[in-house]
């Protein structure tokens, strides 16, 4: 069963960036699409980004467009998400997942890595 650690989360400026990052185990990462969702307080998970096996496609939703950048290196089974141009708004517990599906359709969940833009 696949296994998911986020990382790279903290305290940032509005207009700021970090570099949020996604190990998984457990399974064969390069045969699955991956994706970035979030949770901010008091609100539903939401889809934020997805990239395919081989990265050739990205979608991103309407939200981070422009200032968030998902990628993948399959030789460390990660996944990454860039984000520039942070917003308050932006704040949430970011979790990575396979594929893209609706946040409700996963069993499974890692910890997820808290993003506070604050100042």
């Known amino acids: 069963q696949v296994q998911l650690v986020e990382s790279g989360g903290g305290l940032v400026q509005p207009g700021g960036s970090l570099r949020l990052s996604c190990a998984a185990s457990?399974?064969?990462?390069?045969?699955?699409?991956m994706g970035w969702f979030r949770q901010a307080p008091g609100k539903e998970r939401e889809f934020v980004a997805t990239?395919?096996?081989?990265?050739?496609?990205?979608y991103n939703a309407d939200s981070v467009k422009g200032r968030f950048t998902i990628s993948r290196d399959n030789a460390k089974n990660t996944v990454y998400l860039q984000m520039n141009s942070l917003k308050p708004e932006d704040t949430a517990v970011y979790y990575c997942?396979?594929?893209?599906?609706?946040?409700?359709?996963?069993?499974?969940w890692g910890q997820g890595t808290q993003v506070t833009v604050s100042s």
């Open positions: 997942n396979t594929g893209w599906g609706h946040p409700s359709s996963y069993d499974y």
């Open positions: 457990g399974t064969i990462f390069s045969t699955y699409a």
């Open positions: 990239i395919s096996r081989s990265a050739l496609s990205r």
